[in-house]
């Protein structure tokens, strides 16, 4: 640090070097192709679901006014199905960010901060 608690260019440019450093590492490439492998994969299983709604909305309507019970009909079980996905795929995703991604992240963390001591 310089004076006045501003960091020098030095100390700034050695910063931006170790964060360019850990971004082109292999571990933090291979921790975005984890994350991002997930997240297309919950994508594609998310739209598809809503696709699937749409598509039977606008070609086959009578599909969602079918009775299953009482007040309830094909239509309004989709609609609670799409809140319960919304909350698989969000337990989903905390489970794997914590068993998968959080100790790489820990990892890349610890060697960063190392490397700035």
């Known amino acids: 640090m310089g004076s006045g608690g501003v960091m020098d260019t030095g100390d700034s440019a050695s910063a931006d070097d170790q964060y360019s450093a850990v971004y082109d590492s292999a571990e933090f490439q291979a921790l975005q192709r984890r994350s991002n492998g997930f ?12 696709f699937v709604g749409i598509s039977l909305a606008a070609f086959v309507p009578g599909v969602f006014r ?8 094909v239509g309004m079980l989709f609609l609670v199905l799409s809140f319960v996905l919304v909350a698989a795929v ?22 960063l901060e190392g490397g700035l001591r």
């Not at 997240?39 to 809503?50: A, E, K, M, P, T």
């Not at 969000?90 to 060697?111: C, N, Q, T, V």
């Open 66 to 73: 079918q009775g299953i019970g009482g007040p309830l009909n």
């Open 39 to 50: 997240i297309v994969w919950v994508s594609v299983l998310f739209y598809g679901w809503w």
């Open 90 to 111: 969000s337990l989903a995703y905390m489970r794997f960010a914590s068993k998968r991604l959080d100790p790489a992240g820990e990892a890349i963390r610890m060697d």
